[in-house]
């Protein structure tokens, strides 16, 4: 199956789109300081420093909603989770509680609709309807923002855990570049600036 690649500013559009609604907001640093820890306790297999074993599950299953796993890797083989959690334990306990009432209004949701009182064990049909209710809520948009940036952040930093986000937009990752560099710096030099 022959997969569409997606324009560099294509996908720049999209990840500024994804921090929209969002009560967490990271800058770069922020973002590689937060992969960086992250790929740590990933690789060490370390315990979770701010998430409870059930947020886990949850915020884990919805990740793998919003980046699902098909014909390529989603955001469970990209290792998202270790990245929320590091990202929500860096002074960001407000944030965190929004994330707990998000996630609790999101239980009580399941429970009244599917008679079951969690998330991830509900089947995807069931879990699209729910996400569907509440996409344009801050804690649907932290989510997605989190996964987003988890999904897509250099390996070595933490997320996307052995480049599946790079395999997935068809980023070719090489140690060094010869000119033209990409597109625009292409059409520079047929130009002959």
Known sequence: MKRKQ?????????????????CIILTLPM????CEQANEARVNN???????????LEYSAIAARIIPSDETPGATEAGVSYFIDTVLG????????????????????STAQHNIAYFHLLNEVQQDQLLME???????STIRFLTVAGMFSLPEYGGNKDKVGFELIGFVDQHAWQPPFGFYDADYAEKGE
């Open 6 to 22: 997606m324009s560099r500013r294509a996908f720049l559009n999209a990840g500024g789109e994804a921090a929209k609604g969002s």
């Open 31 to 34: 973002i590689l300081t937060a």
């Open 90 to 109: 860096d002074n960001m306990e407000e944030q965190h509680q929004i994330l707990r009432e998000g996630l609790s209004n999101l239980q009580n949701e």
């Open 134 to 140: 509440i996409e344009s809520s801050e804690f649907f």
């Open 46 to 56: 370390d315990a979770f420093n701010k998430l409870s074993a059930e947020e886990v």
